[in-house]
């Protein structure tokens, strides 16, 4: 079981938005701590996607956006399209543990 | 251009210990101000933090995890390594070592290690 939840699965047609949720505590992301987000494709190592809450790295498309409240964080995508069907993780720091904590990954279909 | 390359033998087994070099090119280690880490992914499974070292070898260790890991950072090769001791079945899976600025941004491809005898 994660510190930090994520929905198992989201889905959404080519073109529509879809939202990606990550649900902490006190002891992170409700402590302030930034919140990080990851693409992964199969087979392959994570990417970078969104960084201290609601930044993009050079070359993430600005179909990709994040944001923080309280004790949760999101990832929105935009303009869904095939190529973003992957895995996607939060991750954030967690005083209580004094580490980096992951969510459980949220797999994203493409219908 | 920064890259990572993990290296270590791919079977270990079972309560034996798990040593994995990472290799850093296009940064010096000793010269960089970043946490440089290791995370691990079980066969189907999601993301785990294992740890964090400073290039002047301080370290940040998961608690569940703390009793076994040492990890150790070699400037003069550019690497930093990970030793893992007692293993069993559940520290099989893949390893990526990484760069953290905020978040990690640099990535290794990941090495596979199985643990079985």
């Known amino acids: 079981q994660s510190v930090l939840t994520q929905p198992p699965s989201v889905s959404g047609a080519p073109g529509q938005r879809v939202t990606i949720s990550c649900t902490g505590s006190?002891?992170?992301?409700?402590?302030?701590?930034?919140v990080h987000w990851y693409q992964q494709l199969p087979g392959r190592a994570p990417k970078l996607l969104i960084f201290a809450n609601n930044n993009r790295p050079s070359g993430v498309p600005d179909r990709f956006s994040g944001s923080k409240s309280d004790t949760s964080a999101s990832l929105a995508i935009s303009g869904l399209q095939a190529e973003d069907e992957a895995d996607y993780y939060c991750?954030?720091?967690?005083?209580?543990?004094?580490?980096?904590?992951f969510g459980g990954g949220t797999k994203l279909t493409v219908l | 251009q920064l890259q990572l390359q993990e290296s270590g033998p791919g079977l270990v087994k079972p309560s034996e210990t798990l040593s994995l070099i990472c290799t850093v090119s296009?940064?010096?280690?000793?010269?960089?101000?970043?946490?440089w880490g290791w995370i691990r992914q079980s066969p189907g499974k999601g993301l785990a933090w294992i740890g964090n070292?400073?290039?002047?070898?301080?370290?940040y260790y998961n608690p569940s995890l703390k009793s076994r890991i040492t990890m150790s950072v070699d400037t003069s090769k550019n690497q930093f390594s990970l030793r893992l001791s007692s293993v069993t079945a559940a520290d099989s899976g893949i390893y990526y070592c990484?760069?953290?600025?905020?978040?990690?941004?640099?990535w290794g491809q990941g090495t596979l290690v199985t643990v079985s005898s």
């Open positions: 006190s002891s992170n992301i409700g402590a302030g701590y930034d």
């Open positions: 990484a760069r953290q600025t905020y978040g990690y941004y640099h």
């Open positions: 296009g940064d010096s280690i000793g010269r960089s101000t970043y946490y």
């Open positions: 070292i400073y290039y002047a070898g301080s370290a």
């Open positions: 991750q954030s720091y967690d005083n209580s543990l004094g580490g980096s904590v």
